[in-house]
């Protein structure tokens, strides 16, 4: 663009002319140059102050503090049209109604400063309020008690300059972080999650006492959250939100509570998509949410509800990540700041406000004092009378001021002017039935009130204490945490992904894919799954699952991989190059880089895997090792058993089989496996089962243990330790199953009012099963899977006598009968309470532990070889 074709426009700017016409006499030409950075930074500013981000002070934007300012005015306890609030704000507000309108209904339906009436839409299904001709609100009490006292506010004018609007409102709690906030400014942004009312309150008492406090957030959509990395709400915090997901039957998952920032609506479309691109497998959905969430997922027959839980939090928006950044404006400028400072800002903040509100009030109550003392000695002592001769105002001024002189020593400050002025507008029906009594009443509980402000003055931490208890005795009623806080486990994707497409493999050339239909069928996988090759050569990669992908030619063995697989052990015999001696070796595969080829042999050219297998619990088989003749070798037959060689890493060379020419090998006998029993956990944080030894350990377990799963509504099931299990709330034993043990349990019969006692046994290891009476008011007192259990039961009182406690050897109180007998009555007694003692001492025999293999590197290596005369022998390295 050409100087000479800008024209100035009006208030000195430029404009191009695209004829070249040159500018007239007296008129200047203006470049452009550096006016957009001003005017950027001037848009910027006003976003960032006027529109997207809270102040410290109040925690409001300026729309919501105008929309509260304006509900005060309109305030006479009726409910009015929101759609007239909204009117009544664009006064104050220089932006549209919608803007007004949106963020009104986004304060009511935080339910905590607008009472509202009609349809405000609902944040579970996302559903939109109603026009707001057709809503109403009004100021809740809460917010009368804790955002005005027009006395301490700062005012201003407004935009147009006809009204005066707050700088800031007098807020007397930690609103912002009760509220939260969210705003895009220019920038910047900020997102200060919502907190628990309750919680905010016991924290700010924390802060004015100086003990320690931490706060994490509670949303209104309840769920379930992991606070761990939150990091005080501040930048680079994260907090995972996880919708609430129980098993409702074998077939049918429930959702009762979602994550923040979700709804039911995406929730469901985010599980739909899942379902299309195949990541989990449903059958139905049915939303059933009204004022509380309920989503039913029905799930096809074969499906695992606890993988589809699983898979649920791994693919769709049952977890959400959201990431707070606490930013806020103070001093007009933004402000990044922790929850933690937040809530102090606020505190130190209500306590400067109380102080200040105290010292009004003090002024306030000496005045009254100082003039009903006044007037009271203006009329006991008639100096009224001194007026009659007065003629001219300044002399009545004068004779009421001398007047009044011996009266006033006792007076607070100096008589005024204005006192006196406010003396003669007393009438003469007041003056006739002045009660010198009342008077004195009066101005002792003045004296009274007066102290009592003086007093809060001086103590005014522990009065600014008072009024937060009190805000909470108040209005805290119904306002108790609603997220559960529980750290969770991570969910591995390729452990609960949907297995929806066949991985096929062509060995001659060496592919693999899922678009080899006409070839060899490996195994079910998922486009997210890794997948180990291993070839004759002795080399091994991994790769990712692809339509076609060449790895080698020569493919002995594939299979869908998983990188923190321990237990599959791979047996292999190898040659090492052309002519070389043969190497057996066991090893695990973990550790590995994708697309990365591994040698397995000692490295030698013309190396050649001779036997190979791949085995899921360590199993160890039995080969035949068939030799060529070859000059004076004299058995050409030998057994290999793979139990005998020690688990090493897949670098390791091997032991020696044999260093004459093999022929053949052949399977012999199927192994089992030479594992260590696995040992599991549980994490009691998690809920979750894991062999990382987090929590308590249940034990150790082979391929047929199980585990007995016991639950406070008197049903119990015995299950496979799978670490993808989810438990529910209620359960109360979780341990190893023995099924020789009995279980011990006290209940209340509903129907007939009567405790029982009863021991049995679980007598269906598939299937869950209750064992107290179905009646409603029937519940399990206790259970004990201990031999010899030993309970203590106390009576309530009656009539004011005491039956002593007794205590019960439940061993010899009834025998093992049927898991649905009644049992026995323990007593027809009231009964207060019944607790577990400790056991009578019982030797558990323990179990035979057939001989194992270690899986872990450690100790000597037997070395398997071939005699002269072709016999095999057994040595240490």
């Given amino acids: 663009m050409d100087e000479e074709h800008l024209e100035p426009l009006e208030g000195g700017e430029a404009h191009y002319d695209p004829q070249g016409h040159e500018p007239e006499a007296g008129e200047t030409i203006t470049k452009v140059t550096g006016m957009y950075k001003d005017w950027f930074l001037d848009y910027a500013s006003y976003v960032i102050l006027e529109r997207a981000v809270p102040a410290i002070e109040d925690g409001f934007k300026p729309v919501q503090r105008r929309i509260m300012h304006s509900l005060k005015e309109l305030d006479d306890g009726r409910y009015n049209k929101v759609a007239n609030v909204v009117g009544h704000t664009m006064q104050y507000h220089p932006h549209g109604d919608a803007s007004i309108g949106d963020a009104m209904v986004q304060i009511g339906q935080k339910d905590l400063l607008i009472d509202t009436q009609g349809n405000w839409g609902n944040i579970l299904t996302g559903d939109g309020a109603a026009a707001s001709r057709y809503i109403e609100a009004r100021l809740s009490k809460f917010g009368l008690e804790v955002l005005y006292s027009p006395k301490i506010t ?135 949410t009204a004022a509380d969430v309920e989503i039913l997922i029905h799930l096809p027959p074969g ?55 105290l010292e009004i009030e003090l002024g306030e109550l000496e005045e009254q004092w100082h003039f009903l003392s006044l007037e009271r000695i203006f009329i006991e002592n008639r100096i009224y009378r001194l007026i009659e001769e007065e003629e001219t105002w300044e002399g009545v001024i004068r004779a009421i001021d001398d007047g009044l002189k011996p009266f006033t020593k006792h007076l607070r400050r100096a008589v005024t002017e204005e006192d006196i002025v406010r003396l003669t507008e007393i009438r003469i029906k007041r003056i006739s039935k002045f009660d010198i009594d009342k008077a004195q009443e009066k101005l002792e509980a003045l004296e009274g009130e007066i102290e009592q402000v003086k007093y809060n003055l001086e103590h005014i931490i522990d009065f600014a204490v008072k009024y937060f208890q009190n805000l909470k005795d108040k209005y805290g009623k119904g306002r108790e945490r609603k997220t559960e806080i529980r750290n969770f486990d991570n969910i591995e994707a390729t452990k609960v992904v949907l297995r929806n497409t066949k991985l096929y493999v062509n060995r001659e050339e060496g592919f693999v894919g899922t678009g080899l239909k006409k070839d060899e069928y490996v195994a079910d996988c998922s486009d997210i799954d890794d997948v180990i090759v291993f070839l004759r050569d002795g080399s091994m990669i991994i790769t990712k699952v692809d339509v076609k992908t060449f790895v080698g030619k020569d493919i002995i063995h594939v299979a869908v991989f998983d990188r923190n697989d321990k237990r599959t052990i791979y047996n292999m015999i190898y040659r090492d190059g052309k002519n070389g001696p043969s190497y057996v070796k066991r090893f695990n595969v973990s550790g590995v880089t994708r697309d990365k080829p591994y040698d397995l042999t000692a490295g030698t050219k013309d190396s050649m895997v001779l036997y190979f297998s791949g085995n899921p619990n360590g199993e160890a088989e039995v080969v035949t090792v068939l030799l060529r003749q070859v000059g004076s070798i004299k058995k050409l037959k030998i057994d290999l058993d793979f139990a005998a060689i020690a688990i090493k890493g897949r670098a390791s060379r091997g032991n020696t089989v044999t260093k004459y020419p093999i022929k053949k090998i052949e399977l012999k006998e199927k192994g089992i496996s030479t594992l260590k029993p696995r040992r599991i956990w549980f994490d009691d944080t998690v809920h979750r089962l894991n062999v990382d030894a987090r929590g308590e350990l249940l034990g150790e377990f082979k391929p047929n243990d199980r585990l007995l799963v016991v639950n406070q509504n008197g049903k119990l099931k015995t299950i496979v330790p799978e670490l993808t299990t989810h438990f529910d709330d209620g359960m109360i034993v979780l341990e190893k199953w023995n099924p020789d043990k009995p279980l011990s349990a006290i209940y209340y019969d509903g129907d007939k009012q009567r405790y029982y006692i009863k021991r049995f046994v679980v007598e269906n290891e598939n299937k869950e099963e209750t064992f107290i009476t179905d009646h409603p008011e029937s519940r399990l007192e206790i259970v004990s899977t201990d031999w010899r259990p030993v309970a203590e039961v106390i009576f309530a009182k009656v009539k004011g006598v005491q039956k002593e406690t007794i205590t019960v050897d439940i061993e010899s109180f009834i025998t093992v009968k ?40 450690e100790g000597d290596e037997p070395s398997v070889s071939l005699d002269d005369d072709g016999q095999i022998t057994l040595s240490l390295d």
């Avoid at 195949?278 to 959905?285: C, R, W």
């Avoid at 009964?831 to 194992?852: A, F, G, H, M, S």
């Fill in 303 to 357: 499906v695992s509800p606890d993988k589809t839980i699983d898979a649920l939090y791994a693919f769709t928006a049952c977890e959400t990540s959201i990431a707070p950044l606490g930013c806020v404006i103070e001093n007009h400028k933004p402000f990044f700041v922790g929850v933690s400072e937040m809530l102090r800002i606020s505190t130190h903040r209500t306590v400067e406000l109380l102080r200040r509100e």
């Fill in 818 to 857: 049927g898991i649905k007998a009644q049992g026995n009555q323990l007593t027809t007694d009231k009964v207060k309470e019944i607790n577990l003692l400790d056991p009578l001492p019982y030797e558990e025999p323990e179990p035979e532990e057939p001989e194992t293999i270690s899986d872990e590197n």
């Fill in 154 to 288: 700062t005012w201003q004018l407004s935009y147009d300059g006809r009204k005066n609007e707050p700088v800031n409102l007098p807020v007397k709690f930690p609103l912002l972080l009760a509220q939260g906030a969210e705003g895009i400014a220019v920038g910047l942004s900020t997102k200060v999650l919502p907190h628990n009312f309750n919680e905010l309150i016991d924290a700010s008492i924390k802060v004015l006492k100086n003990k320690p406090f931490t706060i994490y957030p509670d949303f209104p959509t309840a769920g379930i959250a992991d606070m761990t990395n939150y990091n005080d709400g501040m930048r680079g915090g994260r907090v995972r939100v996880r919708a609430k997901i129980s098993q409702l039957d074998k077939s049918t998952l429930v959702i009762t509570q979602i994550p923040f920032s979700t709804n039911t609506g995406t929730l469901i479309d985010s599980i739909l998509k899942a379902n299309e691109k195949g990541k989990i497998k449903v059958k139905k959905i049915e939303d059933n």
